[in-house]
């Protein structure tokens, strides 16, 4: 019994090793792609992106759920070039991850007129025609993507809705640049450089967590006051009825639920 636990705790013991050593070598790496611009740019020949237009993902319909496909280097410039753009525009897109594998994963919006953009927003229903999917807004297809999806997508959205609105200086008024991975904006004229918010800003929020539909759906049922549960916690609360978010919320979890129905 004693040499069966040893060899259970040995092997619970490599695979924590295991884990932390690609977590520790995953950060490294990203850390690298920030900081070294000739790094993430030769990323980026491997790498995979996310599409966006006007901050709303590409999605694709699969099954009652979306998928967000990614596209490599050369179908980008090639998708750039059918529409008449520049390669360079490229250069606004944002690093969002990687894999464990140390594929970068990178975020483009082609709806937004970034300072460092050479030509306008590209159309979007011909986008959406080339590409085969649509441009949805995140909030109303959020619950349906799969936990990685959802989790890089909401990075990439608030990632680049930043960029979007730090293009100058606070202090100068002078437009500023991102480095490569869009991990900073620096102003030129001072060099005061700017870092984006990718954590909880506890001072606008208490928490943040994800919830399943069954949660959501209970929540939507719950009447009266909130009652300690049996582990001493809270139930999450949702908006109030009048509310947009708690209309969103009401709407998504009916269609998710007629949706599960038998035909």
């Known amino acids: 019994m004693s040499l069966y636990c040893g060899i259970a705790f040995k092997r619970k013991l490599f695979w924590c090793y295991r884990l932390l050593s690609t977590y520790v070598t995953k950060t490294r790496y990203l850390f690298e792609l920030k900081e070294d611009d000739d790094a993430c740019k030769k990323a980026q020949q491997t790498g995979a992106f996310y599409l966006f237009h006007g901050l709303a993902p590409l999605l694709q319909t699969s099954a009652h759920q979306y998928l967000a496909p990614q596209h490599s280097l050369f179908e980008l410039e090639r998708l750039l070039g059918k529409f008449g753009q520049d390669a360079q525009r490229i250069e606004d897109s944002v690093l ?66 930043w960029h979007d609105a730090h293009q100058f200086c606070s202090r100068s008024g002078q437009p500023t640049k991102k480095n490569l991975a869009g991990s900073k904006r620096v102003c030129p004229s001072n060099n005061i450089i700017y870092y984006p918010q990718i954590q909880v800003n506890l001072r606008e929020l208490e928490t943040a967590a994800w919830f399943s539909h069954h949660e959501v759906a209970t929540a939507l049922k719950r009447k009266g006051p909130y009652t300690q549960q049996q582990n001493g916690t809270l139930p999450f609360w949702l908006p109030p009825k009048l509310a947009i978010s708690h209309q969103l919320i009401k709407e998504w979890v009916e269609k998710q639920t007629s949706s599960s129905l038998p035909a």
């Open 96 to 161: 969002i991850g990687c894999s464990e594998q140390q594929e970068a994963w990178f975020a483009l919006d082609l709806g937004l007129d970034n300072s460092s953009s050479i030509s306008a927003s590209l159309p979007k229903p011909e986008m959406e025609t080339e590409l085969k999917g649509s441009f949805i807004e995140l909030r109303k297809a959020l619950f349906q993507l799969s936990a990685k999806d959802a989790s890089l997508l909401s990075t990439a959205q608030a990632l680049l809705r």
